[in-house]
């Protein structure tokens, strides 16, 4: 069954829209995006061939500000599942009352085809063919799906020499040596974190006794996974694309980051304390909380009904359907929206954009502090709405961001 994402973003906006009594007019206003751009990228391969793929780069809003919005590289990226992802930027970036809009990226391409010599022509090529909708003061791209800070110093670096000055400010998750942010790595899964605990407070739960499964070993996963077994959580399952590893008396995480990161897949760690599990396995194995941190509609009508968890953190962008979320709510368990549960990588990356356009570098106590009460904010926000309305905290973080657009969008009028 495939699932076509940008209608899920527009399903999701009617349900707000229902619940908020939105202008219809703003409703409609939100459903389109404000550019997409396909480009064509032709790169000499290693072995003289030409390759030819195909890159996206859409601005949903920057009505509040300039697009900010992940690069991903991937074999299905399409232009309908780029256009929801920067919408959901939109939101976020709304949420946490950042001046930033919402925008994505992405190649349509499986890089683990591809060499190094390759991956930096294929980046460098597709930075020059979105050079003119890019840049400090219109749209900022960042790491997402298969792309890394090395990724973003080819983008920097192109995007620099094109214009003849170094440009720090053009992308975030940079290394740091050239502009990028200490925390910024790590920040996705540390503002996952913070709002876990913040959860855990409100239900009553003690974070440090729950058991945890999660989906998705990369920078998201993979860095949940190792703060919250050091918090002492048993980690009972974690996967990747090539499937999971599961143990009733939890993973050793620290051991399994070092196997992946010598670039190894899950699948391929033989230990007798660990039984292979598939992803549509972990999905529905009973855990106090499930953290899907892959990819989009990963939990759907199908198979909501059979997971047996309190919480569902969400780690990825549109894990959840909307016919899921339904499910999961009438059966009483709480899902923290990604808008507010993985906001925490916009958030760092806006401290970059601020550390490069100001020249001036933080201390990694500042960047978590700030993290931290930003994050809170908005949690303490969406809590309330959700109490007062008693909606999901989805809706309810729909309502505060969807607002804050509106909002801009009637101040500043349609133009003419
Ligand atoms: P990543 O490339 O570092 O890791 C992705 C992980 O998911 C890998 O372990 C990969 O093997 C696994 N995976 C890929 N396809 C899968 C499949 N079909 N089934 C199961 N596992 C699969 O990417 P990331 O940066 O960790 O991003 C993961 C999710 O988090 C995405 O939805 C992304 O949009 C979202 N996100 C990322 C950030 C960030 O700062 N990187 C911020 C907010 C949200």
Known sequence: MEINTYEVVKKQIDIVAKEMELEPNIAKYLKRVERSLIVSIPIMMDDGTLGIFEGYRVHHST???PGKGGVRFAPNVNLDEIKALATWMTWKTSLLNLPLGGAKGGICVDPKDLSKKELERLTR???TEIINIIGPDIDIPAPDVNTNAQIMAWMMDTYSMNKGRSIPGVVTGKPIEIGGSVGRES???MGLYFVLQAMCEKLGLELKSQTIIVQGFGNVGGT???ILSREGCKILAISDISGGLYSSDGLNIEELLDWTRQGNCLKEFKDDRYEFITNSNLITTKCDILVPAALENQITHVNANNIECKIVLEGANGPTTPRADEILFKKGIHI??????????VCVSYFEY???IRAYFWKLDRINKELKRILLEAFEEVYKVSE???ISLRTAAYIIAVSRIAKAIELRGVFP
Do not use: F, H, M
């Open 336 to 345: 923290i929206p990604d808008i507010l549960a993985n906001a925490g990588g």
């Open 125 to 127: 090529r597709y930075t």
């Open 388 to 390: 007062e309305r008693k």
């Open 354 to 356: 601020v550390q490069d």
């Open 63 to 65: 009505i509040r500000g």
């Open 187 to 189: 920040a996705t899964g």
């Open 224 to 226: 949940i996974a190792s």
